[in-house]
């Protein structure tokens, strides 16, 4: 099951289960692609939608160099 999560940038938040049960999440630009991806599995789908949610936070803070 996904579960999908809009920002503000139009990027889409996604937490799905993976192949070991374990969930993840990734995030898709307006096209489709992925621009970025958990690096690690979470045992909970409520833990990946956490981390998932301090990116989305994080992410409209960061600057260039």
């Known amino acids: 099951r996904n579960v999908k999560a809009r920002a503000g940038d139009g990027l889409v938040f996604e937490v799905y289960g993976d192949a070991k049960k374990k969930f993840r999440w990734r995030a898709k ?3 489709g692609q992925t621009v ?3 690096g690690e599995a979470f045992a ?4 990946a939608k956490a981390a998932a949610t301090n990116v989305k936070k994080k992410a409209g803070k960061a600057t260039g160099p």
């Open 36 to 38: 970025a991806s958990s």
């Open 44 to 47: 909970s789908e409520a833990n």
């Open 29 to 31: 630009s307006k096209n």
